[in-house]
């Protein structure tokens, strides 16, 4: 299958401060790209659909100004957690879609 | 809107039970299902991948089942082990969308 890879695999960070996962598409080219959230015990949840060389489309009760996604080009995406708090800490995955959906690792945040 | 529930929500059997899990969602008009594994603090492992015009996939003693027009699809194991603990998740894909996850199903198999 397809490879997707996140960096970095997790982050400490102190409160205030900004926070970039960068999502690759190792081996194909994605148009589209997804930016999911889990908290501990749940499922995940979608933040954002990211397409390239467009906006990235938010989910109801998503801060864009506080989760920037930037999808560059057709193999990178990338969220920056901007201003980060304590309730940002939580397991962040991408996915790329190449018909189907091919995840990443994802990045541990914990916010101090 | 695209729903999914998994049922249960939570599972305990000993070593060596075949077990059943339960996925069903509420719009038929599917591309594809997905069940994954996800072992704590750790990423999604996709276990099988049913198209929609198919009726189950096999993956060693991984069994999944998609009954589209009923919305259900079944996740079964056999011969559990030690080493199956883990939340498995049920995604529905429906086609130029994301995929809706369901919440999942924490199993723990006893030694």
């Known amino acids: 299958g397809a490879v997707v890879s996140q960096h970095p695999s997790w982050v400490i960070c102190k409160s205030g401060t900004s926070v970039k996962i960068e999502c690759r598409s190792l081996?194909?080219?994605?148009?589209?790209m997804f930016w999911y959230r889990q908290f501990p015990k749940q499922s995940l949840m979608l933040m954002a659909t990211?397409?390239?060389?467009?906006?990235?489309?938010?989910e109801q009760g998503v801060e864009k100004d506080k989760f920037l996604i930037n999808h560059a080009s057709l193999t990178l995406s990338t969220l920056t957690v901007t201003s980060a708090h304590p309730e940002d800490s939580s397991f962040y995955i991408c996915?790329?879609?190449?018909?189907?959906?091919?995840f990443g690792p994802g990045t541990r945040l914990t916010v101090l | 809107k695209q729903e999914v529930t998994q049922i249960p929500a939570a599972l305990s059997v000993p070593e060596g039970e075949n077990l059943v899990l339960n996925c069903s969602f509420t719009?038929?008009?599917?591309?594809?299902l997905q069940w994954f594994r996800q072992d704590p603090g750790k990423g999604l492992t996709s276990l099988l991948l049913?198209?929609?015009?198919?009726r189950e996939q096999t993956s060693g003693r991984l069994n999944a089942s998609l009954d589209k027009s009923s919305g259900r699809s079944t996740l079964y194991i056999a011969a559990s082990q030690p080493g199956d603990s883990a939340t498995y998740l049920c995604?529905?894909?429906?086609?130029?969308?994301?995929?809706?996850f369901g919440k999942g199903t924490r199993l723990s198999v006893i030694a």
């Open positions: 049913i198209q929609s015009s198919q």
């Open positions: 995604a529905v894909d429906s086609g130029n969308t994301p995929l809706v």
């Open positions: 996915s790329a879609r190449r018909v189907e959906q091919f």
């Open positions: 081996d194909f080219q994605a148009t589209t």
């Open positions: 990211s397409n390239e060389g467009s906006k990235a489309t938010y």
């Open positions: 719009d038929s008009a599917i591309y594809n």
